[in-house]
Structures are given as structure tokens and as C-alpha cells.
């Protein structure tokens, strides 16, 4: 009897190293021992219920309903969790969200080693996909008609929902600060000046076959922020029609039409004109081209995947003489160097490569031909790996002089590019590090 309760026991153990925590509204499962995390990620899905329960009119669940989140620690554990629902159909995403299970599935990322992971905690990535796709599973759960949705219900509001999340958590103060949201704001405006953003109408109707996958997101998540920011109350009234109405054939017509009687005919007339208003009166001030860099109690952490993580100021420096200051930590990963860029344009940049356990090397990257010209290296005893040192860079005109604790370690000269265009912040591949900036140019 003893060995039969034993062996029940263990059916209901969690595997080894497993977390689970429960909240009011969701279940976290994380698949890798770390108390802070876990705890760190039940507050962000627990985060979306309000948003959603006010955005869709929502009762309360029965009691000890619980929607299912489950976080891991790499791409391989999230890959074998995805190939047994959907057999490789969201692997690249590292996040998706699976209506027949009711559960979400994330990818820590970007890829963390443990000792980078104690200074970071959960990256604002990570955060930000536990939330958008645990607002799907609140919709999948709530909506029966959730199939039917266009692209502007479903991944608009995720959208809106995951960014109101972060904001409630404290990482940043406003979208157009945050470098992921910065970019997202940057490429909807592209589009508003190149002529390609698609009519709210044909937004509406899903009629946005010729904007990239990437695009799409970024253009339903900015139309309902300008419609949750111009006429909240519209749009909640739409949202709840969405609820109510059949799923099925026509459904993103009937929506649609549902949309123009409750905003009304003259003012969805001119709403492109307003879009287009909105849009361009956005500052954004990252260009973020590989993630991921974010913001959190004055310092910028910044870890990259497999590729550069490079992340630009949206405007120029706009002089030629100007210092960028402050310390950086390297933290412990299969790569061990950080980047500051200067002076980006079309025809290349500058870098500053602060390698831990080497030292600084200064290069002139040239577009064209893809070249990359080393102006200069100086050993460094002050760059050790997991510890904070202060830096100065000073530019005046094509001469870059770089200090470490106070001495001066190098100077070179930019031989063809000229340095009063954007600055911006790197990681190599495969590197993670914490910047705190003291002083740079249009912060």
C-alpha cells in the first residue's frame, strides 16, 4: 500500500526543476528552477486580466479557472513543447499562444547564460511575449467565435494589451522610449511616407496582403492604439459587437460594418487622414535593427541572439565635437565584447569594441563591400568580465579618443566617415552586458 502511494505521489510531482505558480486569472509554469523568474512572470500574465476584462467588457471566470502560461528556459525545451501541438509551425517564433490545449508557450529570450540572468532577471522581451500571448488565451477563452478574428482583433489588441503591461510593470514610461516599440513606431511612419500603409478600412478587413509579416503586426498594433487613444469608448463597444457576433463566413465584413455604425460614417470617412496624423506626430527614439536592448533603473541592458544586437538613435548627434559617458559591465557568456557605435549614415559608422579580458579596438565599418577597417587597439587590464568600469568617448571631428577609469587607453581617426550622425549601442553575438550612461548626446 505504502509503494502504491509512493508511485501516485510522483505521478503528481512536477519534473525536477520545475516551478509552478498560481495566480487569481493564470497557472505559470516555468520549466527551469528559478524562483525570481517564475515569480517575475506570473506578475506579468496576471497583469493582462485587467486590460482585457475592461478592453472586452469581461465577467470574472469561475472560480479556480485558470488560463496556462508555460515559460522556458531555452529554444530547445520551448521547440519540443511546440513540435508535439503544432508540429513546427510557430518554432521560429519562440512564443505562441494554442487554442486546443488552452496554454502559451515562451522562449526565454534573447539567450541568457545564469550568471546574466541573476543581473538581468526576465528581459523586457520575455515579459512582453508572456503577456501577448496570454491576452490570446484570455480571448481564446472568452470569445467563441476567437477563429473568425481579423489580423486587427487578434494581434492589435495582444499588441496593446502586451505594451500596456510592460508600462504597468515600470519598463519604461512611454512606447516611443522603448527600443522595441521605438522600432515598431519607426516602421509604421516608413510606410505612412513611402505611401504603403495600407487604408484603415483595408486594415479593418484584413486587406494587407502586400506589408511584410513583421509590418503587419506593427501597423494592427499602432491602428488600435490610435483608435483606443482618439475614441476608447467606440472601440469598446466595438470590441464587445466582436463578442457577441457569429463566427464564421463574413464575419470580418459584419464586423466591419458593425465598426462604421458605431464610429460612424463621416468620421471613419476621415480617419486615414487622422491615422496619418497620429502616426507621424510619434518621436520615436530607437531604431532597434537586431534585438534586444531595454531599459530598467537607469541602465540599459542589452543581450544579442545570434547576430550583432544593434540598436540606433532615431536622430543625429547634429555636431562634431561631443563625449558619450558611463560604465559598462560585461557579463559572463560564449561571447565578451560590447560595442558603441558613432556617427551612422549610409555610408557606415564607427565602433568602439570594449572586449573583456582584451581590451578596445576601434573600427571604421564601410557599407560598401561590407568592410571592416581596424583603426587601432590598446590593451586594457581595466575590462574584466563581470565587473563595472567607467568610459569616456570623445569625438571631435574624426578623432575618437577613448578613456577607461580616467586614462586615456587610445585614440584614432575616422578616415572617410563623418561622426555627427546617430549613436547607437551593440552587443556581438552571443554577448550580454549593462550600459549606464552618464551623459550622451539627445538621451
Known amino acids: 500500500m505504502l509503494g502504491f502511494a509512493l508511485a501516485l505521489a510522483a505521478i503528481f510531482l512536477p519534473p525536477a526543476g520545475e516551478i509552478t505558480r498560481k495566480g487569481n486569472h493564470f497557472e505559470l509554469v516555468c520549466h527551469f528552477s528559478n524562483e525570481a523568474a517564475a515569480d517575475q512572470a506570473l506578475v506579468a500574465v496576471e497583469a493582462i486580466w485587467p486590460q482585457a476584462q475592461k478592453l472586452y467588457d469581461l465577467q470574472e471566470p469561475a472560480e479556480g479557472k485558470l488560463l496556462t502560461v508555460h515559460l522556458y528556459r531555452d529554444a530547445a525545451g520551448y521547440e519540443k513543447a511546440e513540435m508535439g501541438l503544432t508540429k513546427g509551425a510557430f518554432k521560429r517564433n519562440l512564443a505562441f499562444a494554442h487554442h486546443d490545449s488552452m496554454t502559451a508557450h515562451v522562449a526565454l529570450q534573447p539567450p541568457l547564460s545564469d550568471d546574466a540572468l541573476k543581473v538581468f532577471g526576465l528581459p523586457t522581451q520575455t515579459l512582453r511575449l508572456l503577456a501577448h500571448e496570454g491576452a490570446h488565451l484570455v480571448r481564446y477563452s472568452h470569445m467563441p467565435n476567437y477563429?473568425?478574428?481579423?489580423?486587427?482583433?487578434?494581434?492589435?489588441?495582444?499588441?496593446?494589451?502586451?505594451e500596456q503591461v510592460c508600462l504597468e510593470l515600470g519598463l519604461f514610461a512611454r512606447a516611443e522610449k522603448d527600443p522595441k516599440y521605438s522600432t515598431n513606431i519607426v516602421s509604421v511612419q516608413a510606410l505612412v511616407e513611402e505611401g504603403k500603409l495600407p487604408t484603415v478600412a483595408e486594415i479593418l478587413q484584413d486587406q494587407t496582403d502586400k506589408l511584410t509579416w513583421g509590418a503587419k503586426y506593427d501597423v494592427r498594433w499602432m491602428l488600435f492604439r490610435y483608435l483606443q487613444a482618439k475614441n476608447g469608448k467606440s472601440l469598446n463597444k466595438v470590441l464587445v459587437k466582436a463578442r457577441q457576433l457569429g463566427g464564421g463566413d463574413g464575419y470580418t465584413k459584419n464586423l466591419y460594418d458593425e465598426f462604421v455604425d458605431i464610429f460612424g460614417t463621416k468620421k471613419v470617412a476621415k480617419m486615414d487622414k487622422g491615422f496619418h496624423k497620429y502616426v507621424?506626430?510619434?518621436?520615436?527614439?530607437?531604431?532597434?535593427?537586431?534585438?534586444?536592448?531595454?531599459?530598467?533603473?537607469?541602465?540599459?541592458?542589452?543581450a544579442a541572439f545570434g547576430s550583432n544586437a544593434i540598436a540606433w538613435r532615431t536622430q543625429p548627434v547634429g555636431k562634431e565635437k561631443y563625449s558619450i559617458s558611463g560604465s559598462l559591465t560585461i557579463l559572463p557568456a560564449p561571447r565578451n565584447q560590447m560595442n558603441l557605435f558613432l556617427g551612422n549614415s549610409e555610408l557606415g559608422?564607427?565602433?568602439?569594441?570594449?572586449g573583456a579580458g582584451s581590451g578596445v579596438t576601434l573600427f571604421e565599418y564601410l557599407s560598401e563591400g561590407s568592410r571592416w577597417e581596424r583603426r587601432g587597439y590598446a590593451d586594457c587590464d581595466a575590462l574584466k568580465l563581470g565587473e563595472a568600469f567607467d568610459f569616456k568617448v570623445s569625438v571631435n571631428k574624426k578623432t575618437v579618443i577613448v578613456s577607461v577609469g580616467g586614462e586615456e587607453v587610445i585614440e584614432g581617426q575616422a578616415k572617410y566617415l563623418n561622426l555627427s550622425g546617430p549613436w547607437g549601442l551593440s552587443a556581438q553575438a552571443q554577448a550580454a552586458g549593462i550600459w549606464k550612461l552618464t551623459k550622451a548626446p539627445k538621451m
Open 349 to 354: 559608422f564607427f565602433s568602439v569594441a570594449f
Open 147 to 162: 477563429r473568425s478574428h481579423p489580423g486587427w482583433l487578434y494581434d492589435g489588441a495582444a499588441n496593446w494589451i502586451d
Open 280 to 302: 507621424r506626430s510619434l518621436k520615436p527614439e530607437w531604431n532597434e535593427i537586431f534585438r534586444s536592448l531595454q531599459y530598467s533603473n537607469g541602465t540599459w541592458k542589452q
